[in-house]
């Protein structure tokens, strides 16, 4: 069993990583730090309850922390794990600099450790069949990706994720996922091209992007926007051989708040109804969404821990994610297309 503490109390720890980590099998949550102690108390009264992150890393005997604390602070507590030899699991993104990202690899290189980011959302169902269909060309080569994740909040809420500040707004939060898979199915691509603004009355924050990657026959969409009211078009995809497109969400996030684990018969699994569509010229037929498997990431991170596997989501690979996110800044505030290679802004 792999000690393991938690930065936070908050929906991200409650909803996705206490489940995941405790259905796994194989990691003891032993420790927290929290401002509100009771609440940790009435579910877990034999948890060790630290009032500040930093006295949770410098004085517990945990082996993991997951780090789930405001994006800006992230590089300075996971940094200081590291240097008290504490494996870390970061929640997305990875820190709010990519010059950040690659101190904190050297560091845990050095220090031997497991350094990773919780991308939960390669293991969402609906991108699992993406991935299939890819692989298996069920669609041809695909010359056109568009991947959605839109949501309807008109309003400005009083919340840190839309407080001015680095790594704040939905590009750094949503996008991160968006960005992940899309360099996950198709690597970095050769230039970007990016629209992120703030569009509701009163915003501080962005809440409204639109984001080209630029490949060699092949360009992918990012997008997301506070005022889609309808079903949400997670995914849009053309191939030289048909389309396909997916409406929805993956179920595990409202499964996971409901209180259904990974080890319930039908967790991850989406109802037929939301199944995508592939078209080919001729025919229509809908494809069955895959299981959803958010737990296959911390089995992934036991094996690092444990046997020296590799992470589930590599440390290099979250660093990629922040270059995207900065380079997009970039080029909204430019209204220009900027190239990956040298960061050269056209």
């Known amino acids: 069993?792999?000690?393991?503490?938690?930065?936070?109390?908050?929906?991200?720890?409650?909803?996705?990583?206490?489940?995941?980590?405790?259905?796994?099998g194989q990691f003891e949550f032993a420790a927290v730090s929290t401002s509100r102690p009771e609440d940790v108390r009435l579910k877990y009264p034999s948890v060790q309850i630290y009032k500040t992150a930093h006295d949770l890393i410098t004085s517990s005997d945990v082996e993991l922390i997951i780090i789930?604390?405001?994006?800006?602070?992230?590089?300075?507590?996971?940094?200081?794990?590291?240097?008290?030899?504490?494996?870390?699991?970061?929640?997305?993104?990875?820190?709010?600099?990519?010059?950040?990202?690659?101190?904190?690899?050297?560091?845990?290189?050095?220090?031997?450790?497991?350094?990773?980011?919780?991308?939960?959302r390669r293991w969402d169902g609906d991108f699992l069949t993406v991935k299939k269909i890819i692989e298996e060309k069920s669609i041809g080569d695909i010359r056109y990706f568009e991947s959605h994740f839109d949501r309807f909040r008109p309003e400005v809420k009083k919340r840190w994720r839309e407080m001015p500040g680095p790594g704040s707004g939905i590009w750094f939060d949503l996008g991160s996922h968006l960005a992940d898979q899309a360099i996950y199915l198709f690597g970095l691509p050769e230039a970007l091209t990016a629209r992120c603004l703030m569009t509701r009355e009163n915003s501080e924050t962005v809440d409204y992007f639109h984001v080209q990657l630029h490949y060699k026959n092949l360009e992918v969409v990012l997008h997301a926007s506070s005022f889609c009211a309808g079903p949400n078009r997670r995914f849009h995809i053309e191939g030289t051989g048909g389309s396909y497109i997916k409406y929805g969400l993956d179920p595990q996030e409202d499964q996971l708040k409901n209180g259904m684990i990974p080890t319930d018969t039908d967790y991850g699994i989406e109802e037929k109804e939301k199944f995508g569509t592939l078209f080919n010229g001729t025919e229509t037929k809908k494809i069955e969404t895959a299981a959803g498997c958010y737990q296959h990431y911390y089995s992934g991170i036991a094996g690092a821990v444990n046997n020296k596997d590799i992470c589930p989501v590599k440390s290099e690979d979250a660093q990629n994610i922040i270059k995207i996110l900065e380079l997009a800044e970039v080029s909204s505030l430019t209204g220009k297309t900027v190239k990956l290679a040298c960061r050269f802004i056209i």
């Open 1 to 24: 069993m792999i000690k393991t503490g938690i930065t936070g109390y908050g929906y991200s720890a409650r909803t996705f990583h206490l489940p995941l980590i405790e259905s796994s």
């Open 68 to 120: 789930t604390a405001p994006n800006d602070v992230h590089f300075d507590l996971a940094k200081l794990c590291l240097l008290n030899g504490k494996h870390v699991v970061l929640e997305k993104p990875m820190v709010t600099k990519s010059s950040e990202a690659e101190q904190l690899i050297v560091l845990a290189e050095k220090q031997c450790l497991v350094l990773s980011v919780f991308h939960n």
